[in-house]
């Protein structure tokens, strides 16, 4: 039996109420989710008073950058881990170390780091783009060498970015995980309905992620994609989720997930799916 979790994404301004939550997981039949961290977030002691006997596998943090009208002194904005200002760094960095302490008194078992793509310099002199691809490989490295020196007892996964992947890519990837993993276990958490979307874009194929990345990976987004529409519910796109779910081991996490998120009603398809229920 594959282990199910329900992925809800944190917001801005909180998580959703803990009682919506456990309501989601009833109905869904699941006893795993995987938040969204958020500055709002429920301290570990309400999550576990809400949610006796439920689980959480890992939990998100999204790196943002660029977005408009957030101030650089934006919480948000101080989530960048490869900004050249090591003041903006050294934020980030305190931030994930936050998550992470509240991943940790929560039980979670890993947090996740989803990178962000935006503002990268636009094609042009191809060397630059070289330089500016790597500068940003080492500074994330660099940074996330710092938060898990701060926090030892801590498991992290690098997922498949948020946006076109530039300077992360299957290779790139690779490249992080050559530099991080021998002084510390690092994972990979695989987006399915992303990976699809930059097929369908003639950036990446789909399958690369994995053919790289499978003996890694901790965890799996179960999204699906139709033409350049991604974040949707398992089965209802394009994808072959039995072939996917093939691909990963037997103890890979799969996180019944939607962008945004829909409520149950939606996802129930999508869990009978993933339980390989034909009924």
């Known amino acids: 039996m594959r282990r199910l979790a329900l992925s809800i994404d944190g917001t801005a301004t909180g998580f959703p109420a803990l009682r919506d939550v456990a309501g989601w997981l009833e109905a869904l039949g699941l006893r795993a989710w995987v938040p969204g961290r958020s500055f709002a977030a429920p301290p570990p002691d309400s999550v576990a008073g809400a949610l006796p006997g439920a689980s959480a596998p890992a939990v998100r943090h999204v790196l943002v950058r660029g977005l408009a009208g957030v101030r650089q002194d934006d919480d948000l904005a101080g989530r960048e881990l490869v900004a050249p200002e090591p003041d903006r760094r050294e934020r980030a960095i305190d931030a994930l170390v936050a998550t992470t302490r509240w991943a940790l008194a929560a039980r979670a078992g890993c947090v996740l780091v989803e990178p962000g793509s935006r503002d990268f310099p636009p094609a042009g002199d191809p060397r630059a783009q070289a330089r500016e691809r790597d500068a940003r490989l080492d500074r994330f490295c660099r940074s996330l060498h710092a938060v898990a020196r701060r926090e030892p007892?801590?498991?992290?996964?690098?997922?498949?970015?948020?946006?076109?992947?530039?300077?992360?890519?299957?290779?790139?990837?690779?490249?992080?995980?050559?530099?991080?993993?021998?002084?510390?276990?690092?994972?990979y958490w695989h987006d399915a309905g992303r990976a699809q979307l930059f097929q369908n874009q003639s950036l990446v194929p789909a399958a690369s992620w994995l053919d790289l990345h499978a003996a890694r990976c901790l965890g799996l987004d179960a999204t699906d994609c139709v033409d350049t529409m991604s974040g949707l519910p398992a089965g209802s796109g394009t994808i072959d989720f039995q072939a996917l779910l093939g691909a990963v081991g037997a103890s890979t996490w799969i996180a019944v997930r939607a962008e945004p998120f829909p409520g149950p009603g939606p996802l129930l398809a999508a869990v009978r799916l993933l339980r390989g229920d034909d009924s």
């Open 153 to 187: 007892l801590a498991s992290f996964a690098i997922t498949t970015p948020r946006d076109a992947p530039d300077w992360i890519t299957p290779a790139t990837l690779q490249q992080i995980f050559e530099e991080l993993t021998p002084k510390r276990a690092f994972h």
